[in-house]
């Protein structure tokens, strides 16, 4: 089976604050994203990568940032947090190298996110 | 931008009832992929089917059947016998050569 984990499932921060979010998944696979979740808007996608160091925008990536040092490791990076980031933000991963919207992609439990 | 319409934003259902949510595409690729995922309370999206655009025949999982027409870019999930534990927000997905462009989900309600 297929594991996507973050690394906390609640989280409150205060505006100006970094902030973190840790994902990792054990299935070798090459391509993981960022998705925020919101009422009304559905999920939109912020950053996603293809491979280590490899990092490419999607569609709402302004005030975020993120890290693959890892293949199994992918971190979304609030550089300095702002209440208009509240959301539930959901990571998830799929194996095929192209295409990276035609294979499944798996996702973790979520981090509700608050910042205050 | 393509979209994906799930025009049932709630639906309760009584407890063994079927019920069947519907979704519409817009697509210009020749080959696309459509999803569903099913997101409980718990927050997760768990995958439930992918299909691509040359494979139109009809699939059963046990209590989950998906009915995918072509003709009218349609890919509508039923769930026979409804339970309890069905009760999520479902979303419709679609992929291709872009992202993956999701419905805004259609939130189902099972009545004990």
């Known amino acids: 089976d297929v594991k996507v984990t973050q690394s906390s499932r609640y989280l409150v921060k205060r505006t100006g604050e970094k902030v973190f979010l840790e994902c990792v998944q054990d299935?070798?696979?090459?391509?993981m994203f960022w998705y925020r979740q919101d009422p009304g808007l559905g999920l939109r996608l912020i950053y996603f990568s293809y491979d280590v160091k490899m990092k490419e925008k999607g569609d709402i990536p302004e005030g975020y940032s993120v890290s693959r040092e890892k293949k199994e490791r992918f971190s979304l990076i609030l550089e300095s947090a702002s209440t208009n980031q509240t959301s539930m933000y959901l990571c998830a991963s799929s194996l095929q190298l192209a295409g990276s919207s035609t294979d499944t992609q798996y996702f973790g439990p979520g981090t509700r996110l608050t910042v205050l | 931008a393509q979209k994906v319409t799930q025009a049932q934003t709630e639906i309760s259902v009584v407890e063994k009832e079927d019920v069947t949510l519907d979704c519409v595409y817009e697509?210009?690729?020749?080959?696309?992929?459509l999803f569903w995922y099913k997101q409980p309370p718990s927050g997760e999206l768990v995958f439930l089917i992918r299909r691509n655009s040359f494979d139109e025949q009809n699939e059963i999982s046990g209590r989950y059947s998906w009915n995918f027409q072509k003709s009218t870019s349609s890919f509508n999930f039923t769930i026979t016998a409804s339970q309890v534990v069905d009760s999520a927000v479902y979303f419709c997905?679609?992929?291709?050569?872009?992202?993956?462009?999701f419905g805004t989900g259609t939130r189902l309600t099972i009545i004990p």
């Open positions: 697509t210009r690729d020749t080959t696309y992929y």
């Open positions: 299935m070798d696979h090459e391509n």
């Open positions: 997905v679609r992929g291709g050569n872009e992202k993956l462009t």
